[in-house]
Structures are given as C-alpha cells and as structure tokens.
C-alpha cells in the first residue's frame, strides 16, 4: 500500500491532531480512521464520470506515534470499481497540503 507517513509525533501533538480530526471529520466509525473527502475539482475522468461512486475519500489512520494517509483514492460506497485508484499527482499534493495545513494550523513541527 502507498502511504504518506509523518511518523515520531509527541503524545501532546497526537492529542492535538485527535481534537481536530475528530472536530473537523467527527468521530471515528473504526478506531483511529479518518475519511477525508477530495474536493469534486481534484478528480480524475473516470472518476468524474462515476457519479454513483461519488463522493471520493482518502483515509488518514491516525495513532500515538503517527499519521498515515493512505494514498489510495475510494468511495465509500462500493468495494471495487475501476474509478478507485492511487491519487494522481495532483491528488497527491493536495493530501500534502492538507496535512501541512493542518500541522501548520496547530502549531506542530515535525
């Protein structure tokens, strides 16, 4: 699986990060999992075209030490189709810049 990682996180800076995941995307349904929905703009052809599909997530996995993002791109609302695939380079940089945003927003430097 291909992931963004921020790894060695402080226990005041996972309670932080907690506070505001669970603020800004509600609680989780599974423990430490997290949906981020992508903005409509981010998407590709084929996702675009699966309205069915829609909306589009990735999944942050959020524990004491780190955050992974996962970089798969899915729906929540199938198990597979042929528009789930790993974020583009322009999914990719926007996973990244809401992550930084975040770290940025609470003050934490990794």
Known sequence: MKQYVIDELRYVDY?????????????????????????TDLLGDEQAA???CQPFYFAI???????????LIRTQNRVRCSCMSYASEKQLNWIIQYIDAIFDKLEIIV
């Open 15 to 39: 309670e932080k990060i907690k506070a505001y995941l669970d603020k800004h995307l509600g609680p989780c349904k599974v423990r430490g999992i997290y949906w981020v929905p992508l903005d």
């Open 50 to 52: 699966h309205t069915q």
């Open 61 to 71: 996995e959020l524990e004491e030490k780190k955050l992974t993002c996962e970089l």
